[in-house]
């Protein structure tokens, strides 16, 4: 089992950044894809970024040149460094790990970013 907790959100205006933090621990060596997602009121949920055990990474559109994903094993936790926030970015952010046949999810973080 993986238990995964978020933190790092909060509220930014426009333009401005925020680093959040995925803490994994459990049978960590397990893991092989994680990832961020959010949800923002009345959407469904979306992958935001991915990063495999290869290190292979995959953005969205909306969020390439803007969001760095990056994972740090030695500190079992995967990072999402987010620049020039716009107000389409306010969503609650949710950590993602990938252990074949099973999914494993954070709480999620609020990232609210204002005009």
């Known amino acids: 089992q993986v238990q995964l907790v978020e933190s790092g959100g909060g509220l930014v205006q426009a333009g401005g950044s925020l680093r959040l933090s995925c803490l994994a621990s459990?049978?960590?060596?397990?893991?092989?894809?994680m990832g961020w997602y959010r949800q923002a009121p009345g959407k469904q949920r979306e992958l935001v970024a991915r990063?495999?055990?290869?290190?292979?990474?995959n953005y969205i559109d909306s969020v390439k040149g803007r969001f760095t994903i990056s994972r740090d094993n030695a500190k079992n936790t995967v990072y999402l460094q987010m620049n020039s926030l716009k107000p389409e970015d306010t969503a609650v952010y949710y950590c993602?790990?990938?252990?074949?046949?099973?999914?494993?999810w954070g709480q999620g973080t609020q990232v609210t970013v204002s005009s």
């Open positions: 990063i495999t055990s290869g290190t292979n990474i």
């Open positions: 459990g049978i960590i060596f397990s893991i092989s894809d």
């Open positions: 993602n790990a990938y252990v074949p046949r099973r999914d494993y």
